[in-house]
């Protein structure tokens, strides 16, 4: 992962409507908000209006929770986010991914997946890549998924594409419960 220097100062929540103050302090982890909220906040509309189609991807959607995690982190690691990437690690962990499919998500499609898996990780690829999800891959993702399920992968993998984006060219800085948080300012 390539780091980035923080190109957008934190908010001060102080100084938001106590509407926008609201809406970032739920996204808070041991007591703090984490950092993309507080740079976000620079842009309420931009964040309120942002805000309610992640908040779908991320708890509304069809997908398995595992499922979205996997697309996730392979759009995240592909975009070489790293705050995308720590933080959907320690929520992948959560969902019961393991260190070792964390690590092989990393290396992509082949490195052990079930056909499945594989063609998860492939529609990320193929979007990234092509910005179409290849015939191959969708016939095996459509095996066992809906139409619904197919167009929230395909959302999931562009929602995640965005923020990877903004997060690498806003320079979001690692949350201090992140790991490498500190090897970042070093």
């Not at 997908?63 to 320690?90: F, K, S, T």
């Given at each position: 992962?390539?780091?980035?220097?923080?190109?957008?100062?934190?908010?001060?929540?102080?100084?938001?409507?106590?509407?926008?103050?609201?809406?970032a302090?739920?996204?808070?982890?041991?007591?703090?908000?984490?950092?993309?909220f507080?740079?976000?906040?620079?842009?309420?509309?931009?964040?309120?209006?942002?805000?309610?189609?992640?908040?779908?991807?991320?708890?509304?959607?069809?997908l398995?929770?595992?499922?979205?995690?996997?697309?996730?982190?392979?759009?995240?690691?592909?975009?070489?986010?790293?705050?995308?990437?720590?933080?959907?690690?320690?929520?992948?962990?959560?969902?019961?991914?393991?260190?070792?499919?964390?690590?092989?998500?990393?290396?992509?499609?082949?490195?052990g997946?079930?056909?499945?898996?594989?063609?998860?990780?492939?529609?990320?690829?193929?979007?990234?890549?092509?910005?179409?999800?290849?015939?191959?891959?969708?016939?095996?993702?459509?095996?066992?998924?809906?139409?619904?399920?197919?167009?929230d992968?395909?959302?999931?993998?562009?929602?995640?594409?965005?923020?990877?984006?903004?997060?690498?060219?806003?320079?979001?800085?690692?949350?201090?419960?992140?790991?490498?948080?500190?090897?970042?300012?070093?």
């Amino acid at each position: 992962m390539t780091s980035r220097k923080q190109r957008i100062p934190f908010r001060d929540l102080s100084t938001l409507s106590a509407e926008d103050r609201e809406r970032a302090e739920r996204n808070k982890v041991n007591g703090e908000v984490i950092n993309i909220f507080k740079v976000l906040m620079q842009n309420p509309k931009l964040a309120r209006s942002w805000s309610r189609f992640a908040g779908y991807i991320m708890g509304g959607q069809s997908l398995p929770v595992r499922d979205r995690e996997i697309l996730i982190l392979r759009i995240g690691w592909l975009n070489q986010a790293p705050y995308e990437w720590e933080q959907h690690v320690r929520i992948s962990k959560a969902a019961g991914l393991t260190d070792d499919e964390i690590d092989r998500i990393s290396k992509g499609a082949k490195a052990g997946w079930n056909k499945h898996e594989a063609a998860l990780i492939q529609a990320a690829d193929d979007l990234r890549e092509k910005s179409v999800v290849s015939d191959e891959t969708w016939k095996q993702l459509s095996e066992r998924y809906s139409i619904e399920e197919m167009m929230d992968a395909v959302f999931t993998i562009g929602q995640y594409n965005l923020v990877s984006w903004a997060l690498n060219s806003f320079g979001v800085p690692l949350d201090d419960f992140l790991p490498g948080a500190n090897k970042q300012d070093a």
